[in-house]
């Protein structure tokens, strides 16, 4: 409920499950970025990786340090419809032990809204 045109990212990151964060990239100089990597670097197990490639443009990527089955994900909750706000938080778990997942952080994040033509 509550989607809207202004909203649909925010909606589909919502209701979508949670996301792999393993081998994903990470905008450079971005708010949201930026906590995602401040959390990521709370594990023992992952890391950020600054990526070069032949143009010389850099680029961040979750890289895992460890030789074990881990997964990292990005779960979003709590939505509040009027703080307009979620809250992500990125937890990790070895094998298919989801259950005993260990939350790395968590952020709240402001949904700012988009106009689409």
């Not at 890391?47 to 961040?60: A, H, P, R, V």
């Amino acid at each position: 409920s509550h989607t809207h045109r202004f909203n649909i990212p925010y909606s589909i990151l919502y209701t979508s499950m949670s996301l792999d964060l393993f081998g994903r990239y990470l905008f450079i100089d971005n708010c949201i970025s930026n906590e995602i990597e401040r959390i990521v670097n709370c594990s023992a197990n992952f890391e950020i990786k600054n990526i070069e490639d032949e143009n010389k443009n850099i680029s961040k990527k979750i890289v895992k340090k460890s030789t074990k089955y881990l997964h990292l994900i990005l779960k979003v909750s709590h939505h509040n419809i009027k703080a307009k706000t979620l809250r992500l938080s990125i937890l990790e778990y070895e094998d298919d032990d989801i259950d005993n997942a260990v939350m790395l952080g968590n952020t709240t994040i402001a949904m700012k809204p988009y106009i689409y033509n």
